[in-house]
C-alpha cells in the first residue's frame, strides 16, 4: 500500500508540474497589417511586390495577376518582442527567449489604389523536453509589414 501511494504521488507530481511548464498566456492583441496608397500600375506593384520578397528568401506560394495578390510560405525568422507578440509565461515574453522559434508568411494585395501587406507568424517555444514544447498564438505588431511595404515602393 505505500509503495502503491508514493507512485500515485510521484504521478501527480509529474503531472503537476507539467501543467505549470506549459502555461502560456496568449496574446490579447489583433495583428496588424499596413495599407499605403501607390501611383503605379497594379502590374508594375506586384512585379516590385515579388522581387522584394524574393530577395529577402521568401518563396512564392501562390500568385494571381488579376486578382492582384501574392502569399508565400512560411519562412524561419527571428522575431522581436517588438515585432510581434507570441504570449507569455510567467510576465516574460517567449520571443526574448532562445528556446523560441519563429516563422512568417506575407500576403501582398493589390488594387488599382493600394497596397496591403499582412503577415502570417507562426511560434513553437522549444525548451528541450518534448513534453513542454508549446505551439504559439503570435500576432503581429505591424513593424515588418511597414518594412516590407518600404521595400516594395522604393
Known sequence: MKKL????VGVLLVFGLEGCAVKNDAPVII???FAIEHFSSKREVLSKARQALLRDGF???S???EAGYIS???KDWRLSPEQAHCGTA???DYLNDNHTKTEVAF???VDDKAVIVRSNIQGEYIPGELAQNLTLNCVSRGVIEVEMAKKILL
Open 107 to 109: 500576403n501582398v494585395v
Open 63 to 65: 500568385t494571381d495577376l
Open 5 to 8: 501511494s508514493c507512485v500515485v
Open 90 to 92: 510567467k510576465g516574460m
Open 72 to 74: 508565400t510560405s512560411l
Open 31 to 33: 495583428s496588424e497589417y
Open 59 to 61: 518563396k512564392i506560394l
